[in-house]
T-cell receptor, first 112, second 113 residues
Framework: GDSVTQMEGPVTLSEEAFLTINCTYT??????LFWYVQYPGEGLQLLLK?????DKGSNKGFEATYRKETTSFHLEKGSVQVSDSAVYFC???????????FGKGMKLTVNP | EAQVTQNPRYLITVTGKKLTVTCSQN?????MSWYRQDPGLGLRQIYY???????DKGDVPEGYKVSRKEKRNFPLILESPSPNQTSLYFC????????????FGPGTRLTVL
């Protein structure tokens, strides 16, 4: 079945550091890919998405590019802030599917 | 304000005592689902519903029931809770299908003693 594998962390960075969170997927067909973020004490919220190969999703300074050749959707940010401290989930869903499949999540802590 | 609400937010109960966690959305969404979040296991889907009166099992449905009698509500029922159901539970909804943006509730922290 479809699956998502992502870095699990936890990861601690200093403010203004560069962030990469790796995400790879296994799926038949052409899934849509997502990054969801969970801030402390809250539910998840969509950070960005991409629906086809070579699409780049971006939001709040974060970016991720849908790479079909490497089945990856790595999340990047050039300069993290303390407010980016959260748990980040990579996810996928096939068009016409009834399910959204999540990775295990990665906890990021950013120190001042 | 568009939102997904869950109640209660925190619950401590004992083994075998039936409980219901409510979930309600005000966005007229068709798709709703329940997840549980556990350390090291991430987010796992319990049940989902594509529309009123249409529900189906997710990856970890054992010990849970759901119903979808109205579009806005999707309660999660634990008929006989056990300690292994201690977890953080999230309800989510989206316009029509999982590829649409999911809106999550704030979570329900359940402890079963």
């Amino acid at each position: 079945g479809d699956s998502v594998t992502q870095m699990e962390g936890p990861v601690t960075l200093s403010e203004e550091a560069f962030l990469t969170i790796n995400c790879t997927y296994t799926a038949t067909g052409y899934p849509s890919l997502f990054w969801y973020v969970q801030y402390p004490g809250e539910g998840l919220q969509l950070l960005l998405k991409a629906t086809k190969a070579d699409d780049k999703g971006s939001n709040k300074g974060f970016e991720a590019t849908y790479r079909k050749e490497t089945t990856s959707f790595h999340l990047e940010k050039g300069s993290v802030q303390v407010s980016d401290s959260a748990v980040y989930f990579c996810a996928l869903s096939q068009g016409g599917s009834e399910k959204l499949v999540f990775g295990k999540g990665m906890k990021l802590t950013v120190n001042p | 304000e568009a939102q997904v609400t869950q109640n209660p937010r925190y619950l401590i109960t004992v083994t075998g005592k039936k409980l219901t966690v409510t979930c309600s959305q005000n966005m007229n969404h068709e798709y709703m689902s329940w997840y549980r979040q556990d350390p090291g296991l991430g987010l796992r889907q319990i049940y989902y519903s594509m529309n009123v009166e249409v529900t189906d099992k997710g990856d970890v449905p054992e010990g849970y029931k759901v119903s979808r009698k109205e579009k806005r509500n999707f309660p999660l029922i634990l008929e006989s809770p056990s300690p292994n159901q201690t977890s953080l539970y999230f309800c989510a909804s989206s316009f029509r299908q999982p590829t649409d943006t999911q809106y999550f509730g704030p979570g329900t922290r359940l402890t079963v003693l």
